[in-house]
């Protein structure tokens, strides 16, 4: 099919190529009538815009950039990046829009790749996912005036726009459903330190550990499914076991449920188990498993919304996208022996 150029709208329209690109662009300069008249025949010729002409004189990519600080190995098995994807897809491909993904090892390469992006024209907005404490990510998008959506806590943002779910809040609902059972020493597996969620829920814990009296330790992993399984060993095996472990996602939940059995520890009588994300991995266990989640796709489409209406000239906002909640399942129960 040959393509369709502005000259043959032009000659069709008896106007000029000129006259042609004001319309096509939505600029000022030409009359209603010749506009009219212009998108008319544009439509009839069944026109779409050249993405690299577009490209080329500063209009719209019509894509979107994400950098993902993790190992492919590890990105490629953990369900919360897949559900949260497919959710920015289901917004941006109603725009005809595209994501452009890269994964990185270090938050300085994701902000160099994000500048590199933007000053390359090759995106119209950023997501920023996996914020750390003092991100380098953040000031350096700021000083570019990337229109950006960080997926955090307003405290983590530094201003920019941010959508995000209360973490605090799903760490003391987990605390007290575990305490109405019966559990005076948990464990929390959880992810890198440094990582600005993590942090909150840290210190969401301790909190509630010191409101309920209770023992709670945290072991810090790299959210895969193997640093997952040790952990779950170590705090199992030790002199004083843990009778209730909370994990930061499914993967991890799902890797100790096996060490659980494997050492002979029964689900939940010796030990009861919490996830967090609620993916359908949490569905397919026996037991299921307990977990704090919230609807991951749908916090995918808010981030995606709140794209275009930066784009759109929306002021810099933060988002409460949801506030997870526990959905108690059968590997949650009261300690066998306190």
Known sequence: MTRVTIAEIARRSGVSKGAVSYVLNNRPGVSDATRARVLKVAEELQWVPNRAAR?????RTDTFGL???R?????GHEPFYMEFMSGLE?????????LLLQVV???DAA????????SERR???MVIVDVRVDDPRI?????DGVPSVVVADPSLAGGLTCVWTDDASGIREAVQHLVDLGHRRIARVAGLPDLGHVRIRDEALAAAAAEHRIEARIVHTDFSGDDGARATHDLLTGADPVTAIVYDNDLMAVAGLSVATGLGRRVPEDVSLVAWDDSALCRVTHPRITAVGHDVAAYGAAVAGRLFGLLEGEAPAAHLAATPTLRARGSSAPPALG
């Open 71 to 75: 190992t492919a190995s590890t990105l």
């Open 55 to 59: 490209i080329l004189s500063g209009s």
């Open 105 to 107: 090892p270090s938050p």
């Open 123 to 125: 995106v119209d907005g």
């Open 139 to 143: 000031p350096r998008l700021q000083a």
């Open 90 to 98: 289901s917004v941006l491909s109603t725009r005809d829009c595209a």
């Open 67 to 69: 950098v993902v600080t």
């Open 111 to 118: 902000a160099a790749t994000y500048s590199r992006w933007w």
